[in-house]
């Protein structure tokens, strides 16, 4: 099964400008998720999907791969999805599973992208997974930059906010806190699908791509990950991730390498 891992990255981003080439101990963001990424052995290549030549430069420099893509896209899938046809294109061999990858989570681990990806290997019903973890604060809950999600008993996304979901206005204090890791792994039909298909009502509302595919009817499969990750959105959030990565287990196999 031939299984690629993408991360979509550019310079332009309206919170945090340049944010993929913010230094994280001496290694740019986007390097870190992309040498993170490489690690999984469940995938069989890693590209980085960017439209800015300062991010395709770097990643070539450390060896990596990486993908011009247009400077038009609005959502990362679009740009994943590009991305894909391309890597088909220059390789001759066609994708089974393709697992958008983030390039503001430095701190992401192969047991989640493997975690993520399982779903859609054993069960081939399953076109689409996100992970899903527990937040242990209710400022993290109130937070808008956090993507928050609910579930129904088989763990199959309801509902997917950047408001506080469930809520917890009416007196009822102890609800789920559950919010979207972003490692999505689509089956690769599905996510040229799922990119010929008109944005959606609820997902411009909410600014939440998975909502385009409940609001067609389909389902979103979500998996648990207790292990902790660290979405960059603001400078705080990147003073937070360097003081984490720290004693980072991982980090120690590759800070001296690059």
């Known amino acids: 099964m031939n299984i690629i891992g993408i991360i979509p990255a550019r310079l332009a981003s309206s919170r945090f400008p340049n944010k993929p080439m913010a230094d994280i101990l001496g290694i740019p963001m986007i390097g870190h998720c992309y040498i993170r990424s490489k690690m999984c052995e469940t995938l069989n290549e890693v590209y980085v999907a960017t439209c800015d030549e300062e991010i395709f430069d770097y990643i070539e420099s450390i060896g990596g791969k990486a993908i011009m893509t247009a400077d ?99 007196g009822v204090t102890d609800v789920p806190m559950l919010k979207q890791v972003c490692v999505i792994p689509y089956e690769r039909d599905f996510l040229l699908e799922y990119n010929s298909m008109e944005q959606t009502p609820l997902e411009i509302v909410e600014s939440v791509d998975m909502m385009r595919i409940l609001e067609n009817g389909m389902q979103v499969k979500m998996i648990f990950t207790e292990e902790n990750t660290y979405a960059v959105d603001t400078q705080a959030d990147l003073d937070n991730v360097i003081d984490k990565i ?11 390498k690059y």
């Open 72 to 170: 038009t896209h609005e959502r990362a899938s679009d740009r994943t999805a590009e991305a894909l046809e391309k890597i088909e294109q220059s390789t001759g061999m066609k994708v089974d599973i393709v697992v958008m990858l983030q390039g503001d989570e430095p701190m992401v681990t192969p047991g989640m992208i493997e975690d993520a990806i399982k779903p859609l290997i054993e069960d081939p019903e399953i076109k689409i997974s996100n992970l899903m973890a527990v937040m242990e604060t209710v400022e993290e809950h109130e937070d808008p930059n956090e993507v928050k999600v609910v579930v129904d008993k088989n763990n199959n996304a309801l509902y997917f906010s950047r408001e506080p979901i469930p809520s917890r206005k009416k």
């Open 246 to 256: 720290q004693d980072d287990i991982l980090l120690k196999e590759y800070i001296d």
